[in-house]
């Protein structure tokens, strides 16, 4: 990369290593989408998918263990909900992505996305279970109620813009000609 009006090379200049860490981001993209690929066309179905209603009932009976504490609320609510959204895009991938595979793709980034929100949120209530617990002997625990309940209310509710885009299906991706690209 030669810039800067003929200054020299980005190497002299510090710009390089911008661009290298700029290029990486190229690859995390690409492997975000395999790994989307991978869970909606393999793992999801994988053993007529035992281990994702498995997780389902993990968190219904976690939820339902912690129901009755106020001071879960918060965390149990936001899990149930996730949860929630997680199994009707599953259900939706389901119904839709085998007599399609364009609907499998085209939701597969966001499918994971939701799931990887939803599974945050089951680690933050079981860290704010514990938390609650030591409330009080430790700042860290104090902080990691904070924390988890910023989540639960200010990143947890992403999951339905995720589950929105993953049930619009390939037709808005596919639509356009592919001579037009």
């Not at 085998?98 to 990887?116: E, I, P, R, V």
């Not at 704010?128 to 002997?137: I, M, N, R, T, Y």
Request: proline share 2%; with cysteine.
């Amino acid at each position: 990369l030669q810039i800067h009006g003929g200054s020299g090379f980005t190497k002299e200049w510090g710009l390089e290593q911008f661009v290298r860490d700029c290029r990486i981001t190229l690859i995390y993209e690409g492997t975000n989408g395999i790994q989307a690929l991978d869970l909606v066309g393999r793992k999801l179905a994988a053993n007529g998918g035992r281990a994702v209603f498995s997780f389902f009932a993990e968190m219904d009976d976690f939820v339902g263990a912690n129901a009755d504490n106020p001071d879960m609320k918060v965390f149990t609510d936001g899990l149930a909900s996730a949860k929630a959204q997680l199994q009707e895009g599953t259900t939706w991938l389901m119904q839709n992505g085998m007599s399609d595979f364009n609907n499998a793709g085209a939701a597969s980034t966001d499918y994971m996305q939701l799931f990887g929100l939803t599974a945050l949120a089951y680690m933050w209530a079981k860290m704010a279970k514990v938390a609650l617990d030591k409330k009080g002997s430790d700042p860290f625990y104090d902080d990691k109620l904070i924390t988890g309940r910023y989540y639960m209310t200010r990143v947890l509710p992403e999951t339905g813009a995720h589950l929105a885009k993953l049930k619009t299906g390939a037709e808005p991706i596919m639509a356009l000609a592919a001579d037009r690209f």
